[in-house]
Protein backbone atom coordinates (compact mmCIF):
# COMPACT_ATOMS: atom_id res chain seq x y z
CA UNK A 1 0.00 0.00 0.00
CA UNK A 2 1.41 3.59 -1.17
CA UNK A 3 2.39 5.71 2.10
CA UNK A 4 -0.87 8.58 2.15
CA UNK A 5 1.52 11.38 2.78
CA UNK A 6 3.47 10.51 -0.68
CA UNK A 7 0.20 10.21 -2.90
CA UNK A 8 -0.39 13.87 -0.95
CA UNK A 9 2.78 15.32 -2.81
CA UNK A 10 2.55 13.15 -5.61
CA UNK A 11 -1.28 15.04 -6.08
CA UNK A 12 0.50 18.18 -5.35
CA UNK A 13 3.10 18.35 -7.85
CA UNK A 14 1.03 16.99 -10.37
CA UNK A 15 -1.27 19.95 -9.87
CA UNK A 16 1.54 22.19 -9.63
CA UNK A 17 2.69 21.09 -12.88
CA UNK A 18 -0.69 21.15 -14.95
CA UNK A 19 -1.33 24.71 -13.89
CA UNK A 20 2.27 25.77 -14.94
CA UNK A 21 1.20 24.10 -18.23
CA UNK A 22 -1.55 25.31 -18.97
CA UNK A 23 -0.24 29.10 -18.03
CA UNK A 24 2.37 28.55 -20.61
CA UNK A 25 -0.07 27.45 -22.91
CA UNK A 26 -2.02 30.18 -22.73
CA UNK A 27 0.59 32.81 -22.36
CA UNK A 28 2.31 31.66 -25.76
CA UNK A 29 1.45 34.91 -26.82
CA UNK A 30 1.14 37.09 -24.25
CA UNK A 31 -2.80 37.46 -24.76
CA UNK A 32 -1.33 39.16 -28.34
CA UNK A 33 -1.53 38.19 -31.82
CA UNK A 34 2.03 36.71 -32.87
CA UNK A 35 3.93 36.57 -36.32
CA UNK A 36 4.20 33.33 -37.81
CA UNK A 37 6.44 32.60 -41.32
CA UNK A 38 6.30 29.65 -44.00
CA UNK A 39 9.03 28.30 -41.86
CA UNK A 40 7.19 28.09 -38.73
CA UNK A 41 3.82 27.72 -39.69
CA UNK A 42 2.87 24.46 -39.16
CA UNK A 43 4.71 23.97 -35.87
CA UNK A 44 2.38 26.42 -34.85
CA UNK A 45 -0.91 24.95 -36.21
CA UNK A 46 0.08 21.57 -35.12
CA UNK A 47 0.04 22.83 -31.38
CA UNK A 48 -3.25 21.88 -29.43
CA UNK A 49 -6.19 23.91 -29.08
CA UNK A 50 -7.74 26.94 -31.44
CA UNK A 51 -5.27 29.21 -33.43
CA UNK A 52 -6.77 31.85 -35.79
CA UNK A 53 -4.11 32.74 -38.71
CA UNK A 54 -4.79 36.14 -39.96
CA UNK A 55 -3.36 36.18 -43.81
CA UNK A 56 -2.39 40.01 -44.23
CA UNK A 57 -0.31 43.12 -45.49
CA UNK A 58 1.83 46.16 -44.78
CA UNK A 59 -0.25 47.94 -47.60
CA UNK A 60 -3.42 46.56 -46.88
CA UNK A 61 -5.90 49.19 -45.45
CA UNK A 62 -8.82 46.55 -44.06
CA UNK A 63 -6.09 44.31 -42.37
CA UNK A 64 -4.79 47.39 -40.39
CA UNK A 65 -8.72 47.77 -39.80
CA UNK A 66 -9.25 44.30 -38.27
CA UNK A 67 -5.67 44.44 -36.45
CA UNK A 68 -6.89 46.04 -33.41
CA UNK A 69 -10.42 43.38 -33.09
CA UNK A 70 -7.76 40.50 -33.64
CA UNK A 71 -5.52 41.76 -30.52
CA UNK A 72 -8.78 42.27 -28.44
CA UNK A 73 -9.79 38.80 -29.39
CA UNK A 74 -6.51 37.30 -28.42
CA UNK A 75 -5.93 39.11 -25.06
CA UNK A 76 -9.85 38.41 -24.13
CA UNK A 77 -9.12 34.53 -25.31
CA UNK A 78 -6.18 34.46 -24.04
CA UNK A 79 -6.59 31.03 -22.49
CA UNK A 80 -8.53 29.24 -25.19
CA UNK A 81 -7.22 30.69 -28.76
CA UNK A 82 -3.67 31.62 -29.73
CA UNK A 83 -4.18 34.37 -32.70
CA UNK A 84 -1.20 34.34 -35.72
CA UNK A 85 -0.24 36.96 -38.54
CA UNK A 86 1.01 35.58 -41.19
CA UNK A 87 2.37 38.67 -44.03
CA UNK A 88 1.71 37.07 -47.36
CA UNK A 89 4.33 39.17 -49.07
CA UNK A 90 7.14 37.85 -47.22
CA UNK A 91 5.49 34.36 -47.05
CA UNK A 92 3.92 33.40 -50.38
CA UNK A 93 3.66 29.56 -49.91
CA UNK A 94 1.72 29.07 -46.81
CA UNK A 95 -0.29 31.61 -48.69
CA UNK A 96 -0.63 29.65 -51.57
CA UNK A 97 -1.39 26.74 -50.03
CA UNK A 98 -4.20 27.83 -48.50
CA UNK A 99 -5.38 29.61 -51.63
CA UNK A 100 -5.52 32.37 -49.97
CA UNK A 101 -6.97 34.98 -52.50
CA UNK A 102 -7.82 38.08 -51.02
CA UNK A 103 -6.90 39.66 -47.60
CA UNK A 104 -7.53 39.53 -44.82
CA UNK A 105 -8.46 35.90 -44.94
CA UNK A 106 -8.90 34.20 -40.92
CA UNK A 107 -8.67 30.73 -40.97
CA UNK A 108 -9.14 28.94 -37.78
CA UNK A 109 -7.09 25.93 -36.99
CA UNK A 110 -8.37 23.09 -34.32
CA UNK A 111 -5.86 20.31 -33.28
CA UNK A 112 -3.97 20.95 -36.40
CA UNK A 113 -6.62 20.34 -38.96
CA UNK A 114 -8.64 23.64 -40.99
CA UNK A 115 -11.72 23.70 -39.71
CA UNK A 116 -13.11 27.19 -40.80
CA UNK A 117 -12.20 30.47 -42.14
CA UNK A 118 -13.51 34.40 -42.92
CA UNK A 119 -12.97 36.25 -45.47
CA UNK A 120 -12.62 40.75 -44.82
CA UNK A 121 -12.59 42.78 -42.56
CA UNK A 122 -15.77 41.53 -40.79
CA UNK A 123 -17.50 42.56 -37.49
CA UNK A 124 -16.14 41.24 -34.21
CA UNK A 125 -19.58 39.43 -33.77
CA UNK A 126 -18.55 37.60 -36.76
CA UNK A 127 -15.40 36.08 -35.83
CA UNK A 128 -16.78 35.61 -32.56
CA UNK A 129 -19.62 33.11 -33.74
CA UNK A 130 -17.00 31.04 -36.18
CA UNK A 131 -15.09 30.64 -32.58
CA UNK A 132 -17.70 29.40 -30.54
CA UNK A 133 -18.86 27.16 -33.28
CA UNK A 134 -15.69 25.71 -32.57
CA UNK A 135 -14.77 26.15 -28.67
Request: with cysteine.
Amino acid sequence: MEDPELEAIRARRLKQLMSASASQTSMVSGGRPFAVTDGTFDAEIRRPGLILVDFWAEWCGPCHRIAPVLEQLANDHAASLRICKLNVDENPQTAMRFQVMSIPTMLLFKEGKLVDGIVGAVPRAEIEAMLARWS
